[in-house]
């Protein structure tokens, strides 16, 4: 069975709509870890729009398990990740107009400035991995960093079952994983997993660990609701 990174972002998302001290992701990252999460992935995006620094530095002092930075190659999230040093580093394309990682790392078009950034945060002792799309172009040069993983864009996977259309798709993912696992490379996937289209990734040959964020938080939400609002009622009783 794949390891499990629980993302959890969308917390910090919530207490950014108001700029308070709730919900606390890192108070999310030790119930994911109550509840089994193998790692804890967080994105430290360039506009801050919900993980803070703050975040970074509290969370990987906090949580037993392996933590997970998301980051773009740029200098100043770079110096963040090797000075907290997160077990993994994750190199993500960014666009601040994006709502989330909408593509793979154009790590073919940018070679040079991708292994630097891959050589910097090994030298800082922190494993990389990179976010690609199952394109064998993109796949070969970024088994060509020497990155110790690549995760898998499930994107469009994602967007094709929720179609009932997963099959092409599916026979795309299995083959990229064929030729990370050739390279000797780790294999990790996420992005638009859900309860409903997890199951077939999971079972792809050595795969390594499942990044999920949207559809985990989505569920805490709708599972702890009726709770939160039975506590209120008390209060006011
Ligand atoms: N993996 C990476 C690299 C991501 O950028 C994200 C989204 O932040 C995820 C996994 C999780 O995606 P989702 O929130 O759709 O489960």
Redesign the pocket.
């Known amino acids: 069975m794949p390891r499990l990174g629980v993302?959890i972002?969308h917390v910090a998302t919530v207490r950014e709509a108001r700029k308070t001290n709730e919900p606390d992701p890192v108070w999310a990252a030790t119930l994911a870890e109550l509840g089994g999460a193998d790692g804890i992935?967080l994105?430290l995006r360039e506009d801050r729009r919900h993980i803070q620094d703050r975040d970074v530095r509290i969370l990987i002092e906090t949580v037993a398990v392996p933590t997970n930075l998301?980051l773009a190659a740029a200098a100043d999230v770079l110096a963040i990740a090797c000075d907290r040093r997160p077990t993994q580093a994750?190199l993500?394309p960014e666009r601040r107009e994006e709502v989330?990682?909408e593509g793979g790392l154009d790590v073919a078009g940018h070679t040079d400035k991708v292994t630097a950034a891959v050589q910097q945060l090994q030298s800082a002792g922190i494993a990389v991995s990179l976010?690609l799309d199952p394109d064998p172009r993109q796949l070969e040069a970024g088994i060509a960093t020497g990155a110790e993983a690549i995760?898998l864009h499930t994107g469009a996977y994602a967007h094709a079952a929720a179609n009932g259309k997963a099959v092409d798709q599916l026979t795309e993912l299995n083959r990229a994983a064929k030729q990370i696992r050739a390279a000797g490379t780790t294999l990790n996937a996420?992005?638009?997993?859900t309860y409903r289209n997890v199951r077939p990734v999971a079972e792809i040959e050595g795969m390594h660990e499942l990044?999920?964020?949207?559809?985990i938080i989505a569920r805490a939400m709708m599972v702890g609701l009726e709770q939160a609002v039975r506590d209120m009622k008390r209060l006011m009783e």
């Not at 996420?190 to 997993?193: E, M």
């Not at 990044?211 to 559809?215: A, D, E, K, L, R």
């Open positions: 993302n972002d992935t994105h998301e994750t993500v989330t990682t976010f995760e996420g992005h638009g997993l990044n999920i964020g949207h559809s």
